[in-house]
């Protein structure tokens, strides 16, 4: 089965950094863009950032631009998330998801992880 699995996730003061990792299972996912979407109570999921395969290419939300930064390690089979100078809205439930192709709609994004909890307090 093909799986998605974070974990990274915590509670930390406006500020401070979290790194989150998805562990992606193996060459099941090879080719694929990475992306990670977060989700806050009573809002819809939204893009976060996403990474090519080769790492080549990374795109980010205007919200977390200079502050997020998206990397992966493919023979770990492994995406990270450097969380840095975490503000309250940054609150959310943070997913790991692949992609056959870079974008940000969800509908692009065929596989899911369960999520990872992140609260940002003042």
């Known amino acids: 089965q093909v799986q998605l699995v974070e974990s990274g996730g915590g509670l930390v003061q406006a500020g401070g950094s979290l790194r989150l990792s998805c562990a992606a299972s193996g060459r099941t996912f090879s080719g694929y863009a990475m992306g990670w979407f977060r989700q806050a109570p009573g809002k819809e999921r939204e893009f976060v950032a996403v990474?090519?395969?080769?790492?080549?290419?990374?795109y980010y939300a205007d919200s977390v631009k200079g502050r997020f930064t998206i990397s992966r390690d493919n023979a770990k089979n492994t995406v990270y998330l450097q969380m840095n100078s975490l503000k309250p809205g940054d609150t959310a439930v943070y997913y790991c998801?692949?992609?056959?192709?870079?974008?940000?709609?969800?509908?692009?994004?065929?596989?899911w992880g369960q999520g990872t909890q992140v609260t940002v307090s003042s």
């Open positions: 998801a692949a992609s056959r192709i870079v974008g940000v709609p969800t509908t692009l994004y065929e596989y």
């Open positions: 990474i090519s395969w080769s790492g080549s290419s990374t």
